[in-house]
């Protein structure tokens, strides 16, 4: 099992859905909110997602796909 | 008593011991270094900054470092110029304007600051190899400091960039990786190596420290005006990390005695095509919502910056402002600079300038105020920028005649 951790960014028009409940139900991860941040305009969630490589990777790539913004922790380190 | 006490979220207090972690294991926030400022209030006075060396070495004590000063990696970076900028400010109705002259650093750029506290933190910590994801002013400044430490150097790049942006590295002989992705696909190859080996990646493991360097660029404004902290200060937003540094430094001066009060106001500088958190500061957000950069200013296009939300409490909290000019603007300004103080600045000092000269248009900045704009970076990295907007040379026959001819020309 790996523990990966994301800073994920909603636009506006995703503020309304439960997506992180549907990254439970529809892949077989463990999700972990441990800060987050939003409001009516978009907002970010720092998440823990923990399970097996491959199912973490299509989690991820299902939340790309949805619109959401997903950066490392660290975020953008080349400068 | 030890003047570094240990690393502490800025999100939930949780306190770490000074090791190379760089991220709160409850909260995901960013690790602070926190020094016990009772100890620093005793040990650093200016006459003691005043005997130190001519670099930015001379701020050891509030520097996150314990290797004896001689064991520091050094090349020379910081202590740069703070000159008073007549003309320039004669240009835009500035009686007391100074600029921080960075362009005149080892590597030519502010980087060197950062990268000579890192290196000697990575040393310190017992790591051979240092690396980071770069096309630019850090990684020219790593291979440099890592060549000085002798430690094995890795640079990341994606493989479609041109030879010529990372010549100022290879110079140093570090191991050049051409990834075959994009910025983000580096970005996070990266952070996945930073955790599978142990190596020190200077602004992912090293960050804390790291970015503790930046801090001395405000010491040294200080110190050059005498002790004393002006109305303003323009500073170039990436990551935001330097302006919160900026920031801190300020703040630490205040704290243990070195200034008497907090004038000054920091205000942000970003290239139109990259402002995120320009676009924050004045929606009055608290968060940053990330861009796609597009600007010429490509050092500081950074569009979902780890530090924005700190660079925006930072900005409130010392009543400052935030600006952005267009890449139009960026080259005026460049050559306005060059022009009239002798400066040639990076895209980023661009930016200062232009946001300096738009600060006073708009009456934020007054004609009396004590006023420093940052200049992080030369401009012979970014020559692309304004090679095509320079005025072309007059040919001429060798001949007296043909010279008194252009000269008419030039003169009429």
Redesign the interface.
């Known amino acids: 099992m790996a523990v990966h951790?994301y800073?994920l960014?909603f636009p506006k028009e995703l503020v309304t859905e439960p997506i992180i409940y549907y990254l439970g139900k529809n892949f077989n991860v463990i999700t972990n909110i441990?800060?987050a941040?939003v409001d009516q305009?978009?907002?970010?969630v720092?998440l823990?997602i923990e399970g097996d490589e491959e199912e973490i990777e299509r989690a991820i790539e299902s939340l790309r796909q949805k619109g959401v913004?997903v950066?490392?922790?660290?975020?953008?380190?080349?400068? | 008593m030890k003047r570094i006490k240990s690393l502490k979220c800025r999100e939930c207090g949780s306190e770490y011991p000074l090791e190379p972690i760089h991220v709160c294991e409850y909260c995901f926030g960013p690790l602070e270094v926190e020094y016990d400022y009772d100890v620093l209030s005793e040990l650093v006075t200016p006459e003691k900054v005043a005997q130190g060396p001519p670099s930015l070495w001379r701020y050891y004590d509030m520097l996150p470092i314990d290797s004896p000063i001689e064991e520091c990696v050094d090349l020379g970076a910081g202590f740069t110029p703070l000159t008073k900028a007549e003309r320039l400010g004669e240009r835009l109705g500035l009686n007391r304007l100074y600029i921080k002259n960075d362009t005149l650093n080892p590597t030519w750029s502010f980087k060197d600051r950062v990268v000579s506290v890192a290196v000697t933190k990575a040393k310190e910590f017992g790591f051979d190899v240092a690396a980071c994801a770069s096309t630019g002013n850090l990684a020219n400044s790593l291979a440099a400091h890592a060549a000085k430490a002798g430690m094995r150097c890795f640079v990341f790049v994606p493989s479609n960039i041109e030879l010529n942006k990372v010549v100022g590295s290879l110079i140093y002989s570090p191991q050049l990786i051409a990834v075959e992705g994009d910025f983000d696909e580096v970005n996070r190859l990266c952070i996945e190596v930073a955790s599978n080996y142990r190596w020190a990646f200077v602004n992912i493991n090293i960050r804390p420290y790291y970015s503790e360097g930046s801090k001395t660029i405000a010491f040294e404004v200080l110190e050059q005006l005498g002790w004393r902290a002006p109305d303003h200060i323009i500073v170039p937003v990436a990551s935001g990390s330097l302006l919160i540094k900026v920031w801190k430094g300020i703040k630490e001066c205040h704290r243990i005695g070195l200034i008497d009060s907090i004038p000054t106001k920091v205000h942000a500088a970003q290239a139109s095509g990259c402002a995120p958190v320009v676009n924050a500061f004045k929606s009055g957000a608290t968060t940053v919502r990330p861009v796609k950069p597009q600007t010429i200013a490509k050092s500081i296009a950074i569009g979902n910056p780890a530090d924005g939300i700190y660079a925006l409490r930072a900005l409130r909290e010392s009543g400052g402002t935030a600006e952005d000019v267009t890449d139009d603007e960026i080259v005026e300004a460049i050559k306005l600079l060059a022009e009239t103080e002798g400066i040639w600045a990076e895209t980023a000092g661009g930016v200062t300038v232009a946001v300096l000269k738009k600060l006073v248009e708009q009456g934020v900045i007054k004609k009396d105020e004590l006023t420093v704009a940052l200049i992080t970076g030369a401009g012979i990295k970014t020559v692309e920028a304004v090679a095509d907007s320079l005025c072309q040379p007059i040919r001429i026959k060798p001949k007296l005649k043909a010279f008194e001819e252009a000269l008419r020309c030039l003169t009429t």
């Open positions: 951790r800073h960014t441990r800060r941040n305009d978009g907002g970010w720092d823990e913004g950066d490392p922790i660290e975020r953008q380190v080349i400068e």
